[in-house]
């Protein structure tokens, strides 16, 4: 499948996704399935940003991709006020902060404290 292909088969998921939540606020029905909906279409989104960034190889760090996405989901986390949309985006921070660290060296933390910072990122 060439990367155009690709695309418009990632795009139109999400779109799918969108529409029908779309289609079912109107109604004001189907609570649980809406935000499911807009769980589905935050983890498309990731699986859309994955997909820009291999088909054009864009050099960013693995940390930029998961900040973006947590950026770029944001509004559907508050609107759709989901449990799981909400541990989905603090995955998405925690795991963007661990990389960061990883990658960044602080002259002030040794390779010892490096590990206990991202140890209390994740659980803290």
Do not use: H
Not at 68 to 90: D, E, N, Y
């Amino acid at each position: 499948m060439d990367k155009m292909g690709k695309f418009a088969l990632v795009e139109g998921a999400l779109f799918v996704t969108i529409a029908l939540y779309v289609a079912l606020s109107f109604r004001r029905r189907f609570q649980l399935i809406r935000q499911l909906l807009l769980l589905i279409a935050s983890v498309i989104t990731g699986s859309l940003l994955a997909l820009f960034g291999q088909v054009y190889q864009t050099g960013a760090d693995t940390w930029q991709l998961f900040f973006g996405w947590a950026v770029l989901i944001v509004p559907w986390v508050i609107i759709a006020r989901f449990p799981a949309l909400w541990l989905l985006w603090l995955e998405l921070i925690n795991t963007g902060l661990i990389l960061y660290f990883g990658v960044m060296d602080f002259a002030f933390i040794n390779y010892f404290y490096e590990g206990v910072l991202q140890v209390g990122v994740c659980c803290g």
